[in-house]
């Protein structure tokens, strides 16, 4: 397992921070809005002391020696506001190679990392149960956390889903079960959490009711929690037909708008199915007044100019630069796993190709008897993978990749991703933060060696 610095975090005492709260919100305000005018009357290296104190690189940092995360798939991740950490929950750390199946063994762990320090901070007591495929936002100085599955290790057993809600608070860094009111959205795995922080609404879209793992049985439900008052309401969604199962999911604030990426079918493991590649969305009204019924209508369709249909991916929205970017997930081509890196311009409404990662070049041997050589690898990008965590902070304009499932089992790298880098040739958009231990192709772990690799993940 791989070692790492750990440096216990140092908070400022109550009544040091050296600006007023108009004055962090003025700083704040300038540096994330799309639209403003920099405000004269807040120099210019107040605003850099306001993104260094969010984004957590004001802090001192001592040193000791910890343990990072293991491999893992199927957890969450996301940013702890203004601290520039990133919380990782539960997720499982099964190992399946070249499409075996695996027990899944799933964890309740809950990890911090902090990028400024480097460093990992692994959290005891009291915390959700093992579990993943759950949901995760964050807002109002909080984690928030819904539903996923659970099946014990050596269990062939139906999964257990859950449908409780917990709230982890980032300044005492401790979990509460949240009581609401009202109807609860039914149990479910694989839905998308998002957080209307503006509103002070989260939103539960879609997911997986299925028990077994032989299948999926989507869920077509949207869902709305207000913070303030705990309390769940539903949204009747009219639509075509069923949601995509594993859709990517984000919040266009700017836009107030829910957007949907790809997907898989109820029959997602049958052979020569088609996955989604759509773009679908739903309009959120006004802050304060969410429609009673919501309309999914398409964004733009599936194109073969645009990304292969899949599942299990990373969609963002990078609003500083207005566009949409999806990275990896499982796909439906030859090649599965995937680690290319697409936008959406919407300006143009066209996908841009900014990195296309590893390209097919020989087909397996038998079923599931994948060669050394199965894919010319691309170094400058991420291991491919889908069920993969991707932490977005909008303020640091950056985002950090962690896990996934790969064709050599879940994987335990970590990398930066920026924007500013996807002009960058060599990098491609991404900076690898801590090596793979393992979850690797051979080739890739091998870059100088490849000859001495005789089947892809050995």
């Known amino acids: 397992m791989r070692r790492a610095t750990l440096r216990p975090l140092r908070a400022l005492p109550v009544g040091s921070f050296p600006w007023s709260g108009h004055e962090l919100w ?18 210019v290296d107040e605003l850099d002391r306001a993104r260094r104190v969010s984004c957590g690189e004001s802090r001192e940092c001592s040193v000791s020696v910890y343990e990072a995360p293991a491999r893992l798939s199927e957890h969450s991740a996301t940013f702890l506001p203004n601290r520039g950490q990133m919380l990782i929950f539960g997720g499982s750390g099964a190992v399946s190679e070249n ?36 949901s995760a936002a964050s807002a109002r100085e909080a984690v928030w956390m819904f539903g996923g599955r659970f099946r014990e290790r050596d269990s062939t057993g139906p999964y257990v889903l859950h449908n409780d809600l917990w709230r982890f608070d980032a300044e005492t860094q401790e979990w509460e079960l949240i009581n609401s009111e009202g109807d609860m959205p039914p149990p479910r795995a694989g839905g998308s959490m998002l957080a209307d922080v503006e509103a002070g609404v989260l939103w539960l879209v879609g ?5 077994e793992g032989t299948q999926y049985a989507p869920l077509s439900d949207v869902w709305s929690f207000e913070i303030a008052s705990r309390r769940w309401r539903s949204h009747p969604l009219r639509r075509s037909g069923p949601l995509s199962v594993l859709s990517g999911a984000l919040l266009d604030a700017s836009r107030r708008r829910i957007v949907l990426f790809g997907g898989a079918p109820r029959d997602a493991f049958q052979l020569d199915v088609s ?23 398409p964004l733009v369709a599936a194109s073969s100019a645009g990304p292969s249909g899949r599942f299990a991916s990373t969609f963002e929205h990078l609003q500083a630069s207005d566009r949409y970017v999806v990275f990896g997930g499982h796909d439906d081509t030859e090649i599965g796993n995937r680690n290319d890196l ?18 097919f070049q020989n087909a397996p041997v038998g079923l599931c008897d994948f060669p050394a050589d199965f894919v010319a690898v691309d170094m400058s990008q991420p291991e491919r993978r889908s069920f993969h965590s991707f932490a977005w902070s909008e303020s640091c304009q950056r985002g950090l990749l962690f896990g996934g499932k790969t064709d050599c089992g879940a994987v335990d790298d970590l990398w930066r991703f920026s924007p500013a880098l996807m002009s960058n040739d060599a990098g491609g958009g991404w900076e690898r933060l801590a090596a793979a231990e393992e979850g690797e192709v051979c080739v890739r772990t091998h870059p100088d060696d490849p000859l001495r690799c005789s089947e892809l993940c050995n």
Do not use: K, M, N
């Open 26 to 43: 003025t700083a704040w305000v300038c540096l994330v809005c799309l639209a403003c005018v920099p405000d004269e009357s807040v120099p």
């Open 99 to 134: 499409c075996s199946a695996a027990a899944p063994a799933y964890t309740d762990a809950v990890w911090i990392y902090d990028e400024h320090c480097d460093a990992w901070t692994r959290l005891l007591g009291e915390s959700p149960s093992a579990r993943g495929r759950h």
């Open 207 to 211: 997911g997986d009711s299925a028990t």
């Open 275 to 297: 996955y989604s590649s759509d773009l679908d969305f739903f309009d959120l009204g006004p802050v304060g007044e969410p429609p009673d019924e919501l309309l999914l209508v």
């Open 342 to 359: 697409w936008t959406f311009e919407l300006q143009s409404s066209v996908w841009e190709p900014q990195a296309l990662g590893d390209i």
